[in-house]
Every structure is written in C-alpha cells, then in structure tokens.
C-alpha cells in the first residue's frame, strides 16, 4: 500500500539507487514494479509486512509495501496504484518512470510484522492493501503455518495479483470479495470476525472504512492480536476540515499551538519537543500519550473506547476541544 506524508523522510545519503528492471501494469491503474540493483547482488533483508520509501520522480517521497518472497533477496518488488485524486507520487510513479531508470530506495521498515506467537493468522486486504499480505502469506506458506485472506476490491478489473492467488498452495484459503462499487455490496465482516480462534491474529491493511469495520467487528479480540496498516493515507478529517487547537505539556507548563493540517506530533517537534514515535500512521502505539484533560478527536487503530478518555495517539488525533493537556 502507499502514500505515506507524514512519515519521516531518509537522506538522500541513506538510501539506495536501484534500477527499475520491470514495470507492468497488472490491473486497472496498478503498476507492478521490480527493482533491484544495477549489478546482480543481495539487498537488505525484510521481513513480511516490510515497506520501502521510494522516492518519485517528482521528488515526493512514497511507501510501498513489498510484496515478494522475504527469502528473496534479489530485488524488490512493489505494486503502485495510480491516485489521480493524490498528491502526486503515485502518479509520478506510474507515469514518469521507465525500465532502465534508477530509484532512490530506502532500507526496509517493517510496522507491520507477523507474530511470531499467533497460532493462526487472518489477513484482510482491501484494493491495493493487498501488498503486505503476498509477503505474509508466502513467509506463513514457507512455515507451514495456518492463515486465510479475505481480499475485498471493487471488480476483477481492478484486482491486482488474482493469478499469484490462484496458486494451487493456497486453494481454500482465499475469499475474494467484489462489492462493484456499491456499499450495500461489501462483504459482511461481522460474521466472519464473530468467533476469534484460539490464538489467532487479524493483519488488516486497505481503505479506512474497511479497517474501521475489522476495528469495530474484533473489539472482543485482544488489541495485541489485530494489526493495522494504511501509511497514515486514510486518516479521516472532520467535516469541514481539521480546525486549529493547542496542546498543553502538564510537565513543562508548556503551550503548543496546533494548526490545522500539522499532527500534534509534528507540532511538537517544531517545538522541539521530543516524543517518541514510529509508523506515524496511528498504527503501531509508539506515540501513546497521557491524556490529562480533553476530548480526543481519536483516529488512531491502536486505543480501545474505553482508553480513550486517558491516552491519545498523538501522530493522528485531534482535539474535539480548544485545548489538550497531556502528560509531556
Ligand atoms: S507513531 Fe505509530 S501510532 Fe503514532
């Protein structure tokens, strides 16, 4: 999956020239892309759920989920669907590049890795969000280990990967879902989600509306076993837009102002303040913070309703009041 903003960015001085050695468009608007280096040789290891920041060639900065064998270390292999409706890179990906051209390709971040412990693994894809979960099911193929997809897109068209799908090693263990671009179409979740087996772990990578459902539909799962994956690309905004608030810092008597559009986190790094933080996406919990006082505008995938009202993922979420007070 792609489009990441609000990650940070690499130097130039820590990432790769790759050579694109094939492009391909394998489904409506999504292009299949190989890299690799120039002269045949190992790249970084990964594992599944890894993602690459690749550097357009209108110089915006993207991730990509890689969706090749993690036991192939040969090149990389990335699908990128055009967003005409984005802020350029993916269609600078798709319309600016050409076979033989070279990319800036950042080492592997992995916020969306498998556990290890999970007895059994259920990945749900949406679109394009399909990538990580090619590289999840080959690594749990290659373990021998329990999984099932359900992969929902909108038509066959617009369907990336239905011919690696149909590999016979995954027979009954796929459901694909098109919903032809009518919500009362799309796939009933709930029942699917009803009964968690012992042990097992949902990975749910696709548009917000989906991820919102599997959120809303696991809230009887532990949180540690459902993982979540959008690249920060889905983060819903108010109706009107997001509205300016300020932060108050409890330990430092601090105040900082958040403006609209800038995450909370963000704003307190222009602040200098130092706040730990990871996948910037509202995925991974590294940027849990003490809500002290305030309503949270919560759009994160990590806190559960009833944590509400005392934590807040600051990379995301927004205020529903003037003022915020956290424990910073
Ligand atoms: S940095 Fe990952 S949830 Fe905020």
Redesign the pocket.
């Given at each position: 999956m792609a489009d990441a903003v609000t990650m940070k960015d690499f130097a130039e001085s820590e990432m790769m020239p790759l050579r694109l050695h094939a492009k391909t468009e394998i489904a409506q608007d999504i292009f299949l892309f190989e890299l690799a280096p120039r002269e045949p040789g190992d790249l970084p290891a990964f594992t599944a759920g890894s993602h690459i920041l690749v550097r357009a060639p209108n110089r915006l900065s993207r991730r990509y989920s890689l969706c090749n064998d993690p036991a192939d270390r040969s090149r990389y292999l990335i699908a990128v669907k055009r967003e005409a409706a984005g802020r350029g890179g993916s269609v600078s990906m798709a319309e600016d590049t050409a076979v033989g051209d070279e990319l800036l390709v950042s080492p592997p971040l992995n916020y969306f890795a498998l556990d290890p412990d999970a007895a059994s693994h259920v990945l749900i894809a949406g679109g394009i969000g399909i990538t990580p979960m090619l590289a999840m099911m080959r690594e749990l193929k290659a373990k021998g280990a329990d999984f099932r997809l359900i992969y929902c897109s909108r038509s066959p068209e617009t369907t990336a990967f239905l011919e690696d799908l149909s590999d016979p090693a995954f027979a009954g263990r796929i459901l694909v879902h098109h919903d032809h671009g009518d919500r009362e179409r799309s796939l009933a979740i709930g029942p699917l989600m009803a009964v968690r087996p012992e042990g097992a772990h949902v990975y749910c990578c696709g548009p917000r509306p989906l991820m919102q459902a599997v959120r809303d539909v696991t809230r009887h799962w532990p949180s540690t076993a459902v993982h979540f994956e959008d690249f920060g690309t889905s983060v819903s905004a108010a109706p009107g837009g997001d509205q300016p608030f300020s932060v108050r810092l409890a330990k430092s008597g601090r105040t900082v102002e958040v403006p609209a559009g800038v995450s909370i986190l963000e704003a307190l790094r222009r602040d200098d303040v130092v706040v730990p933080?990871?996948?910037?996406?509202?995925?991974?919990?590294?940027?849990r913070t003490t809500l002290l006082e305030g309503i949270g505008d919560h759009r994160?995938f990590?806190l559960d309703e009833d944590e509400q009202d005392d934590a807040i993922?600051i990379?995301?979420s927004r205020a529903k009041c003037g003022t915020l007070t956290l424990d910073i």
């Amino acid at each position: 999956m792609a489009d990441a903003v609000t990650m940070k960015d690499f130097a130039e001085s820590e990432m790769m020239p790759l050579r694109l050695h094939a492009k391909t468009e394998i489904a409506q608007d999504i292009f299949l892309f190989e890299l690799a280096p120039r002269e045949p040789g190992d790249l970084p290891a990964f594992t599944a759920g890894s993602h690459i920041l690749v550097r357009a060639p209108n110089r915006l900065s993207r991730r990509y989920s890689l969706c090749n064998d993690p036991a192939d270390r040969s090149r990389y292999l990335i699908a990128v669907k055009r967003e005409a409706a984005g802020r350029g890179g993916s269609v600078s990906m798709a319309e600016d590049t050409a076979v033989g051209d070279e990319l800036l390709v950042s080492p592997p971040l992995n916020y969306f890795a498998l556990d290890p412990d999970a007895a059994s693994h259920v990945l749900i894809a949406g679109g394009i969000g399909i990538t990580p979960m090619l590289a999840m099911m080959r690594e749990l193929k290659a373990k021998g280990a329990d999984f099932r997809l359900i992969y929902c897109s909108r038509s066959p068209e617009t369907t990336a990967f239905l011919e690696d799908l149909s590999d016979p090693a995954f027979a009954g263990r796929i459901l694909v879902h098109h919903d032809h671009g009518d919500r009362e179409r799309s796939l009933a979740i709930g029942p699917l989600m009803a009964v968690r087996p012992e042990g097992a772990h949902v990975y749910c990578c696709g548009p917000r509306p989906l991820m919102q459902a599997v959120r809303d539909v696991t809230r009887h799962w532990p949180s540690t076993a459902v993982h979540f994956e959008d690249f920060g690309t889905s983060v819903s905004a108010a109706p009107g837009g997001d509205q300016p608030f300020s932060v108050r810092l409890a330990k430092s008597g601090r105040t900082v102002e958040v403006p609209a559009g800038v995450s909370i986190l963000e704003a307190l790094r222009r602040d200098d303040v130092v706040v730990p933080s990871s996948c910037e996406s509202g995925t991974c919990g590294a940027c849990r913070t003490t809500l002290l006082e305030g309503i949270g505008d919560h759009r994160d995938f990590v806190l559960d309703e009833d944590e509400q009202d005392d934590a807040i993922m600051i990379c995301v979420s927004r205020a529903k009041c003037g003022t915020l007070t956290l424990d910073i």
